[in-house]
Nanobody, 128 residues
Framework: QVQLVESGGGLARPGDSLRLSCVAS????????MAWFRQAPGKEREFVGAIRSHGDNTWLGESVKGRFTISRNNARYSWLLQMNSLKPEDSAVYYCAVKLHTRIIQSSLSDHTQYTTWGQGTQVTVSS
């Protein structure tokens, strides 16, 4: 069993930055990949970015490239989502998710159905 806890959401103005954190606990050595997704009211869940538990390669969704980055927070099973140059359309509930035991092929990292464990989500609102 793995549990995920996100934090760091809140209210920001356009152009501001926010940093989200996701911390995993439990049988963390079963985690193979980690991702951030977001979902705004009335919209489908959108891929934000992903990172594998081993290695430093990251993958980002087209709408956040150049503005968001994913990194580890001093531990293999703790991650950060740095969000810069925020826009109103970035407003959503942000979720971290992990895949356990088996590896996701690169082309499927953006597929939310691949991930087995999800956090509770944290709200990000960008408004002037």
């Amino acid at each position: 069993q793995v549990q995920l806890v996100e934090s760091g959401g809140g209210l920001a103005r356009p152009g501001d930055s926010l940093r989200l954190s996701c911390v995993a606990s439990g049988t963390t050595n079963s985690i193979t990949s980690m991702a951030w997704f977001r979902q705004a009211p009335g919209k489908e869940r959108e891929f934000v970015g992903a990172i594998r538990s081993h290695g430093d390669n990251t993958w980002l969704g087209e709408s956040v490239k150049g503005r968001f980055t994913i990194s580890r927070n001093n531990a293999r099973y703790s991650w950060l989502l740095q969000m810069n140059s925020l826009k109103p359309e970035d407003s959503a509930v942000y979720y971290c998710a992990v895949k356990l035991h088996t590896r996701i092929i690169q082309s499927s990292l953006s597929d939310h159905t691949q991930y087995t464990t999800w956090g509770q989500g944290t709200q990000v609102t960008v408004s002037s």
